[in-house]
T-cell receptor
Framework: AQTVTQSQPEMSVQEAETVTLSCTYD???????LFWYKQPPSRQMILVIR??????QNATENRFSVNFQKAAKSFSLKISDSQLGDAAMYFC????????????FGTGTLLAVQP | DSGVTQTPKHLITATGQRVTLRCSPR?????VYWYQQSLDQGLQFLIQ???????AKGNILERFSAQQFPDLHSELNLSSLELGDSALYFC????????????FGSGTRLTVV
């Protein structure tokens, strides 16, 4: 069975600085998708970025980028120029390309942004 | 507003009771997914429906059941509630099977006292 591990329960970053959140996963599949979701205090689950495993190029969405290392089964999220609104819980998630559409989530990293 | 509507937003009920959580997917979306977010279990997939039919089952208790109606809205029924069922229940929807991403609703906070 696939698992997703986020080893940093909490992180803190200064406003305008850069922070990297870590995620590792375990799977025997070669085709899958990886996601980062943001959950602010409003509880809404917001998709931040996604990566297809077959793509070698790392995904980027404005200030958010990933470092996808398929062989190492690592999928970290880099937030550049951190803003106060980035403060939230961040979840890494895995989805098989072959099986159902269910997402397997990590335990989350709580990110605090200091002014 | 994500387009996925969940009601009610908050629910407080006693142990042993039964509740129904409702989800209206985004317009045009055929798939509905239910997730439970609790402090001890994290985010867990419960069940998926596609165009009225059950497609996948996760860690859903036998006391829980769900269905998707012809108008595509879905209901999650939780019965014989226990304190440990207190959690945030999310619904998400996607257009069809195979579409990678999906959209979450804002959740229903269930408190069992």
């Amino acid at each position: 069975a696939q698992t997703v591990t986020q080893s940093q329960p909490e992180m803190s970053v200064q406003e305008a600085e850069t922070v990297t959140l870590s995620c590792t996963y375990d799977t025997s599949e070669s085709d899958y998708y990886l996601f980062w979701y943001k959950q602010p205090p409003s509880r809404q689950m917001i998709l931040v970025i996604r990566q297809e495993a077959y793509k070698q190029q790392n995904a980027t969405e404005n200030r958010f980028s990933v470092n996808f290392q398929k062989a190492a089964k690592s999928f970290s999220l880099k937030i550049s120029d951190s803003q106060l609104g980035d403060a939230a819980m961040y979840f890494c998630a895995y989805r098989s390309a072959r099986a159902t559409n269910k997402l397997i989530f990590g335990t989350g990293t709580l990110l605090a942004v200091q002014p | 507003d994500s387009g996925v509507t969940q009601t009610p937003k908050h629910l407080i009920t006693a142990t042993g009771q039964r509740v129904t959580l409702r989800c209206s997917p985004r317009s045009g979306d055929l798939s509905v997914y239910w997730y439970q977010q609790s402090l001890d279990q994290g985010l867990q997939f419960l069940i998926q429906y596609y165009n009225g039919e059950e497609r996948a089952k996760g860690n859903i208790l036998e006391r829980f059941s769900a269905q998707q109606f012809p108008d595509l809205h879905s209901e999650l029924n939780l019965s014989s509630l226990e304190l440990g069922d207190s959690a945030l229940y999310f619904c998400a929807s996607s257009p069809r099977q195979g579409v990678v991403g999906y959209t979450f609703g804002s959740g229903t906070r269930l408190t069992v006292v």
